[in-house]
């Protein structure tokens, strides 16, 4: 089986990627390196540096292998960011998308595995569930549901075999923590190894439930193999929600450091997102899931062994006013 992994140096697609090789796909990557690292991709796959944005290296790279199947992650996966930057949101995460339903309609590619969010729900009561109306709220949601109904009228017209994901808040070794515009958890331990206090928007009681990198990763490798699951779209992740300040605390906790945090004006996003994974049960064997304290404290070895990530700014913010305090 020849597999191509979009954003394969990044978080959650370098984790797929070794559970695809650990199953004997020939697993090709294609990542442009704005978000993942090289020492991410796995020794054993075929590294391509370029981005999705770039169809005829799309065209060229399905010519030349041939694909069974394509596991898309590669995205820009900062929701608040995406106001200021919309642009670039569309760009990369829905106009790059349609670039590999294309070619995976014209190369009859056997299906097509997309990690959307759950951000695509917007703020309805949680928990979010499937059969919800999903009304996102940011133009990172928007392009994430977009490239939902697309991948469906790709089925509907061509027969293209789908299966979606919709994760949330997932953590773990191998997370840019560099990222000062996502990922909470990385941001939290990447500002105690810089000895700066942990920034919290608004009051902090903000839920979200977290998701250990090793109970989403092989279920969404291993998708593929349950033809039930085809045309169906998945919530997945850790079903417990947290406060932002109990997780400010714990992180702290893990990390061996006092609590210090600023708080911040609160910012324009979804208070309350976690979903139900009631459906993903009865689809695949699911594990006990891993706890927040076992997975902060995994992640936090990772972390204090190699080291602060130096914060770089977003390179070309196309609306510049009205950004949040530290941004």
Known sequence: MKTLVTGGAGFIGSHVAKWLLKDQHEVVILDDLSGGYVENVPPTAKFIQGSVTD???????????QFDYVYHLAAYAAEGLSHFIRRFNYENNLSGSVNLINQSVLH???CVVFTSSIAVYGSPQPPMVETMLPCPEDPYGI???AVELDLQAAHHQF???TIIFRPHNVYGEGQNIGDKYRNVIGIFMNQILHGHPLTVFGNGEQTRAFTYIDDVAPIIARSIENKAAY??????GGSQPYTINELAIAVCQMMGVSPNI???????E??????SHEKLAQYFNISCPVGLQEGLSKMAEWV?????RQTKEFAEIEIPFGLPQGW
């Open 304 to 308: 204090q062994r190699v080291g602060p």
């Open 270 to 275: 979804v208070v309350h997102a976690y979903s």
């Open 143 to 145: 392009a994430k549901y």
């Open 231 to 236: 045309g169906e779209i998945f919530n997945i």
């Open 108 to 110: 009859r590619v056997k």
């Open 55 to 65: 169809y005829p290296l799309v065209k060229d790279l399905f010519a030349a292998e």
């Open 262 to 268: 600023t708080h911040f004006e609160a910012r324009h």
């Open 159 to 161: 027969g293209l075999n």
